[in-house]
């Protein structure tokens, strides 16, 4: 039982670490992201837009599998959990083997590594041995720096080699992507996102939460102002708003805000999302003029708000409609635009009962009967609005970024730097025959080294030659002496 148990064990290890389980998992969650982003998400998008792109019913089953939320459900956290796994396991398999290239590299040149190598050469040599410093030279003049190798028997080698940490490039990779999947798990698990509406002027601390809940900000977010720009064409070109962090009734920071430039503060991000207008009248400018020929007054006056035309008068707004028609004699308003606004104003005075006018900006000679002592007229109108801000907090983004910048690390590493290793060992291959052997191996590119290989074998060749020919014309001269 307990061997059957230590193999099913050791089986599972093996397909955890397999590159065939990576590749599956990798393309899962590649679908998963897909889905994400294709899908509309909450709370990016606004209720009344999801239920306008989907059924009631769609709407319900992508909620239950949680494809509204992508990234904030278990099942991708589990899946980027896995992914991690297989990660791991596929570096505690393949490090030892890395880590033995890397800390203990085969120096020395013994004759049955030349079997096993794919790069090799045997140059004869004539003579009863072989100038090492010679061959030495000729590594140098290529641009190695070799050096000597000796074994038990005393027999010289050389070995030269470059660019050795490249054994541990795929691993920073590892390291680099590790580095990212924690950070998508750590936004899924500890991150949230939600949804903050605000009029002008208008403060909260509470966020709106994708499930309908609201969360308690540690501080409270105002708006000062928002508009939106347009092109020629009248279609929106730019959302902004101005945007105070209030903490402890202290204004600490202040930022214009646009889309894909939020403000940022205690780890939250507050991006543009939207602006609209809210259909009620912000501010009107009324000009009165006294009737009996006294001065004229000029002012902003909010909805409800009073203002005293004298000791005796007050005015104030009562009613606004952005888009005035009359339908079957009931005053409706076609739109929260103000295309035709209508403006009602209550005048009080202590002579006189209440008095109610109906005010047209568009039509300012076509008024109620007006009996205060009063004339009034709008000059100028503002509309409401409000600006939909998208919170999100992610403390996992300093992982991801910190794993791509290691992964831009990593694949310079990969593809720039190749660790390469060259053996030169005279051999005695037979009764008067010497020859010297020349390897090399590459951990890549080896069709590209190759060529690089071979011009040291013709370097090698040549400074051997050259050895032998003087080595021939000092034994003629020593002849000729004789």
């Not at 397999?18 to 998008?45: E, K, N, W, Y």
């Not at 992507?177 to 899924?188: F, K, R, S, T, V």
């Not at 209440?354 to 109108?381: S, Y």
């Not at 009764?431 to 290989?453: C, H, I, M, T, Y």
Request: charged fraction near 20%; include cysteine; hydrophobic fraction near 45%.
């Amino acid at each position: 039982m307990a061997p059957q148990a230590h193999s099913t064990r050791r089986q599972l290890w093996q397909l955890l670490g397999s590159v065939r389980t990576g590749i599956i998992l990798l393309i899962i969650v590649g679908l998963a992201v897909m889905a994400g982003t294709l899908i509309l998400q909450r709370p990016i998008t606004e209720p009344a837009k999801l239920h306008q792109a989907y059924s009631p019913q769609t709407l319900r089953l992508l909620d239950t599998l949680r494809l509204t939320d992508v990234f904030h459900s278990g099942w991708f956290v589990l899946l980027l959990s896995l992914l991690s796994a297989n990660i791991v396991v596929a570096s505690i398999n393949r490090f030892p083997i890395a880590w033995r290239y890397f800390s203990r590299p085969m120096r020395r040149a013994e004759p049955h590594l030349f079997t096993s190598l794919a790069m090799k050469q045997a140059i004869p040599v004539q003579g009863s041995q072989v100038d090492m410093e010679k061959v030495e030279l000729a590594f140098r003049r290529a641009g190695w720096k070799p050096q000597y190798v000796s074994d038990d028997r005393g027999s010289v080698s050389l070995y030269a080699e470059r660019f050795r940490f490249a054994r541990l490039a795929p691993f920073v990779v590892h390291a680099s992507l590790l580095l990212i999947l924690a950070g998508g798990i750590i936004d899924a698990v500890w991150g949230y996102k939600g949804f903050i509406a605000l009029g002008q002027n208008e403060s909260t601390n509470q966020l709106e939460l994708p499930d309908g809940t609201h969360k308690a900000l540690p501080f409270a977010i105002r708006c000062d102002g928002a508009g939106q720009e347009n092109y020629p064409d009248g279609t929106p070109k730019r959302w902004w708003s101005r945007l105070t962090v209030l903490e402890n009734g202290r204004q600490v920071q202040r930022k214009e805000i646009a889309v894909n430039d939020p403000l940022t503060y205690r780890g939250l991000r507050f991006y543009q999302a939207s602006y609209g207008a809210t259909g009620e009248v912000a501010g009107v400018r009324l000009l009165v003029t006294p009737k009996n020929g006294g001065a004229k007054q000029e002012f902003w006056l909010k909805l409800d708000e009073t203002f005293s035309l004298d000791k005796d008068a007050t005015v104030r707004i009562t009613q606004f409609i952005p888009d005035f028609v009359v339908v079957e004699n009931h005053i409706e308003s076609r739109s929260d635009q103000p295309n035709n606004p209508a403006v009602q104003i209550s005048v009080q005075s202590k002579q006189a009962a209440e008095n109610k006018i109906w005010l047209f900006p568009k039509f300012p000679e076509f008024t109620h009967a007006n009996n205060t002592g009063f004339d009034f007229r709008v000059q100028d109108l503002q509309m409401g609005y409000f600006t939909g801000l998208q919170v999100s907090h992610e403390p996992g983004q300093w992982a991801v970024w910190a794993g791509v910048i290691v992964m831009g690390l990593a694949l310079a590493l990969v593809f720039y730097f190749v660790h390469v290793r060259l053996w030169a060992l005279p051999v005695d291959d037979g009764p008067g025959r010497l020859v010297l052997w020349l390897g090399a191996s590459a951990s890549k590119n080896r069709e590209d080294f190759e060529r690089r290989f071979g011009d040291l074998v013709d370097v090698v060749k040549q400074d051997l030659k050259a050895q032998a020919s003087a080595a021939k014309r000092q034994r003629a001269e020593l002849m000729a002496v004789k």
